[in-house]
């Protein structure tokens, strides 16, 4: 029986075929998934109903199964229509930094701007998509895989 948080067997398998700088999205509920991925990343759909699973309950299970390197999450483009709604930091933002120090990481959040973020998907590195049906703003997780051999990021 597994000792890990993660118990989805697509997920893990996905992970485990990973290496060192690979990159796992965990993509909110309007991510589109199916056209902003790398050429290399599989796409593992979980929405169940909304906010079923919410992008943090996800972050929390890879937190507590791999070693992390780098957390980017998409910036709100000031420019960008949706920004209004969003004057500061997206609340969800907070949760994720909460996340990260429970689970011992010394990573930060790295927020990269809207149009920038779907470049940094866009890469042959990028293994896997978790779409979860989270709801929340400026939600997405880009995450780089680290090196089980380090206790902290390099």
Known sequence: M?????????ILKNIALGGHHSLILIADGNYPAATKRGPNADV?????????????????????????????????????SYAAATPGDPPVWEQYRSLLKA??????????????????VDSADHILTV????????????????????????
């Open 44 to 80: 593992v759909p979980l929405q169940l109903m909304p906010d079923v699973p919410t992008v943090a309950q996800v972050f929390q299970a890879i937190l507590g199964t791999i070693q992390i390197d780098a957390v980017q999450t998409m910036g709100v483009d000031r420019d960008d």
């Open 131 to 154: 779409q979860t049906a989270d709801t929340q703003p400026w939600a997405n997780l880009l995450l780089t895989i680290g090196c089980r051999t380090f206790n902290s990021a390099n």
């Open 103 to 120: 689970a011992g990481s010394t990573c930060v959040l790295d927020p990269i701007v809207k149009w920038d973020f779907y470049t940094a």
């Open 2 to 10: 597994l000792s890990t948080p993660l118990l989805h067997p697509e």
